[in-house]
């Protein structure tokens, strides 16, 4: 099975800044802080079979997988500049939004 690193990525870059502080500075508390790690995933399942579809209607899915490739690192680097965290929700359902539609590039085809 292949691992994707955006979804890696995504996920344990949220548990690294945990482990250097990221909740004092925003003030999550356990459910705050839990609440922007699960809804990353909620980003996921509302992307993937509309990206799918989309797909179809794609003429050059390299300049779609490029451009999906171009924001996820656009709110990957954003994320830093969160200061809230409404903020750090949004940012983290953006990510798992955009995340999705790399993570269904990298799948092999059966």
Not at 1 to 26: C, F, H
Not at 63 to 69: M, S, V
């Amino acid at each position: 099975m292949q691992s994707n690193r955006t979804d890696d990525l995504g996920s344990n870059n949220y548990v690294t800044a945990k482990l250097e502080g990221l909740e004092k500075p925003l003030g999550l508390g356990a459910t705050e802080y839990q609440t922007g790690l699960s809804i990353l995933f909620v980003g996921y399942i509302l992307t993937q079979v509309p990206s799918n579809m989309l797909l179809n209607y794609v003429d050059r899915p390299s300049l779609y997988l490029g451009f999906w490739i171009i924001m996820w690192g656009l709110v990957s680097a954003l994320t830093s500049q969160v200061k809230t965290y409404g903020g750090i929700v949004v940012c983290r359902f953006i990510l798992g939004f955009v995340g999705k539609v790399i993570w269904l590039f990298s799948q092999p085809l059966y």
